[in-house]
């Protein structure tokens, strides 16, 4: 953990730099093979619409708690499935509360009803005033995703309109609706490619991860804006300056991401390997997909793709003309000292030749008699 700290200590000081910036063209690459993938499964594969949009039969079954087990909603789901029914091939039969089992499949005639009717009632005992029929008609599903679309299209344009009112630049707008689409394409073509099935859940999930992806984008934005408020001052250009945003928020960005992932993950783990089905494994999978590509797009798409749109604006390019002169001064500064030294039509003066060391003298080593004071020569 004290090498993270250090690292991250580095990252934001500019000790150690990741050029996020300078290596679109890389990271943009690795999106396009991304969203190849997930349009590869969305049109190749398909969504798997579950009984809410797509239409069918829900049974309700009414056991006491100890029969509400997932080893209940397991022999179910097996026996109605060798019944033979086209239409009941793959039911889906979930845990309802404490005291209910759901089993929904696609829409069956009357001797089809009557069939899994009775295979409900000799799996878990129940009689027919404990189970309940109900008819799903699609039109239900039509109304939930239209307003789901409606509800994405409100939070699209106040998206746009909060992130030009904040930052007072309509390309981050653009470019974190970019991020936003990014996103929302990897995750309901993994989600196609899964097989899972979407539910109203899922689209808990999708809507849900807009928010997620936004905030992570407006706080690396808002660091690039502090970093260029004033280049001239700084002495940097515009694509440095937000490359150093970038790396300044990196930690902080993984940590977000880990700490959000981890109970998703563990909630994902749940629904599919303990549980086998139910709305919970497909909100997890939405989520979980959808945090992750929201962390990879904030960080190697929406800053560098910030950075491109404002390339050409004309203080961007005063800022990379003045930062390109300065570079060069101060290699031709670091260079003068040694051109001074033994050019030609430079004087060269002799330097003084040593002095010689002064003998001493005979007179000088010989003893000199000590001198008696007066008092003694007048005793004398």
């Avoid at 992130?163 to 974190?176: M, P, T």
């Avoid at 570079?327 to 030749?353: F, I, V, Y």
Wanted: aromatic share 8%.
């Amino acid at each position: 953990m004290s090498r993270f700290s250090r690292l991250g200590s580095a990252l934001y000081e500019g000790e150690v730099s990741v050029d996020f910036v300078g290596r679109r063209r890389t990271w943009y690459a690795v999106s396009a093979v991304l969203i190849v993938i997930a349009m590869f499964g969305l049109f190749a594969k398909g969504l798997n619409f579950g009984i809410e949009f797509e239409g069918g039969t829900e049974y309700a079954v009414t056991l006491p708690a100890d029969q509400v087990t997932q080893d209940t909603a397991d022999r179910l789901r097996e026996e109605i499935a060798a019944l033979g029914i086209e239409d009941a091939e793959q039911p889906v039969v979930t845990t309802s509360g404490a005291e209910a089992i759901l089993v929904q499949t696609e829409s069956l005639e009357l001797d089809e009803v009557d069939r899994v009717s009775a295979v409900i009632q000799e799996v878990t005992g129940a009689t027919a005033d404990d189970l309940s029929l109900s008819n799903i008609g699609a039109s239900w599903g039509r109304d939930i995703i239209e307003r789901a679309v409606l509800g994405l299209v409100v939070f699209l344009v106040l998206v746009v309109l909060f992130i030009w009112a904040y930052f007072r630049e309509w390309k981050a707008s653009v470019a974190s609706l970019v991020a936003l689409g990014h996103d929302v394409v990897i995750t309901v073509g993994i989600y196609a490619l899964s097989g899972f099935e979407v539910s109203p859940a899922t689209v808990t999930g999708l809507l849900t991860i807009l928010g997620f992806s936004l905030y992570d984008t407006v706080v690396v934005f808002d660091k690039v804006r502090e970093n260029t408020a004033d280049l001239r001052a700084r002495r940097t250009t515009y694509a440095r300056a937000a490359n150093l945003a970038v790396n300044q928020t990196l930690v902080r960005s993984i940590n977000t991401t880990v700490v959000a992932l981890l109970p998703v993950a563990a909630i994902l783990w749940v629904g599919v390997v303990q549980l086998g089905s139910g709305s919970l494994k497909d909100l997890a999978l939405a989520l979980f997909v959808g945090m992750a590509a929201g962390a990879y797009s904030s960080i190697f798409i929406a800053t560098p793709l910030l950075v491109q749109l404002k390339s050409g604006e004309k203080e961007i390019r005063l800022a990379e003309k003045r930062a390109g002169s300065r570079r060069p001064r101060a290699g031709k500064a670091a260079q003068a000292p040694a051109k001074t030294g033994g050019t030609s039509g430079a004087t060269s003066r002799p330097e003084p030749a040593p002095a010689r060391p002064v003998r001493a003298s005979a007179s000088a080593k010989r003893t000199q008699p000590s001198r008696q004071t007066r008092a003694k020569r007048g005793k004398r």
